[in-house]
């Protein structure tokens, strides 16, 4: 497991439905899926890590606004290691929240409707969006 501060500074971060990743100084893109932060990627020689970061971000910034609506409302609705747990039962059944509240399967975990609601809601926005 890599420490981000192993690694210099960090120079981006973004959120994604399954993991966070993060640019770092030193060159080395890591990746966290809710159980620590492990060496992902790497710069390829000769790029610059904060050109490359900046670039990234900015492809990531560029995204429509309800992505990152439903970025937002699943990291509300629950941590990282459950992440993409809740976001494959989302997108299976956007319309259905309460099916989805009941079928994830995690009984010590504690998932809240309303965070589920919005979940599929920002879902539903985030598809609709795709469509046009």
């Given at each position: 497991m890599?420490?981000?501060?192993?690694?210099?500074?960090?120079?981006?971060?973004?959120?994604?439905?399954?993991?966070?990743?993060?640019?770092?100084?030193?060159g080395?893109?890591?990746?966290?899926?809710?159980?620590?932060?492990?060496?992902?990627?790497?710069?390829?020689?000769?790029?610059?890590?904060?050109?490359?970061?900046?670039?990234?971000?900015?492809?990531?910034?560029?995204?429509?606004?309800?992505?990152?609506?439903?970025?937002?409302?699943?990291?509300?609705?629950?941590?990282?290691?459950?992440?993409?747990?809740?976001?494959?039962?989302?997108?299976?059944?956007?319309?259905?929240?309460?099916?989805?509240?009941?079928?994830?399967?995690?009984?010590?975990?504690?998932?809240?409707?309303?965070?589920?609601?919005?979940?599929?809601?920002?879902?539903?926005?985030?598809?609709?969006?795709?469509?046009?």
């Amino acid at each position: 497991m890599a420490r981000l501060n192993e690694h210099g500074a960090e120079l981006a971060r973004t959120e994604y439905s399954d993991c966070r990743v993060a640019v770092m100084s030193d060159g080395a893109v890591l990746r966290n899926q809710g159980n620590g932060w492990k060496r992902w990627k790497r710069v390829k020689a000769g790029v610059d890590p904060v050109a490359f970061a900046a670039k990234m971000l900015a492809t990531y910034d560029a995204r429509p606004t309800e992505f990152h609506a439903y970025m937002k409302a699943l990291a509300a609705a629950c941590d990282l290691e459950h992440r993409a747990q809740l976001n494959a039962l989302v997108d299976q059944m956007p319309e259905d929240p309460d099916a989805v509240w009941s079928i994830f399967d995690d009984p010590g975990y504690d998932l809240q409707i309303e965070d589920v609601v919005r979940c599929c809601q920002a879902r539903q926005m985030l598809v609709d969006a795709n469509r046009q």
